[in-house]
């Protein structure tokens, strides 16, 4: 049984590190289309201020056959 719980906790700790990895080459590939012209810190925080959910919802499914 702890063998089996280890294991999960190992799988969970994998999957957040691959996650981390994918979001941080996310801002690497944005930081080098853009440069310094994109805020990488209000990027951090999310979607940037003013949108509606059905902007955000048509931004994602453009997105999607890309990701």
């Known amino acids: 049984m702890a063998r089996a719980i280890e294991i999960t906790a190992r799988v969970r700790q994998l999957e957040r590190n691959a996650l981390r990895t994918r979001v941080n080459q996310s801002?690497?590939?944005?930081h080098?289309?853009?440069g310094d012209n994109i805020?990488?810190?209000m990027m951090s925080h999310g979607f940037a201020p003013g949108y509606e959910v059905h902007e955000l919802e048509e931004m994602e499914a453009a997105v999607a056959p890309l990701s």
Not at 27 to 30: G, K, T, Y
């Open 27 to 30: 801002f690497m590939i944005a």
């Open 32 to 34: 080098s289309h853009y």
């Open 39 to 41: 805020d990488l810190g």
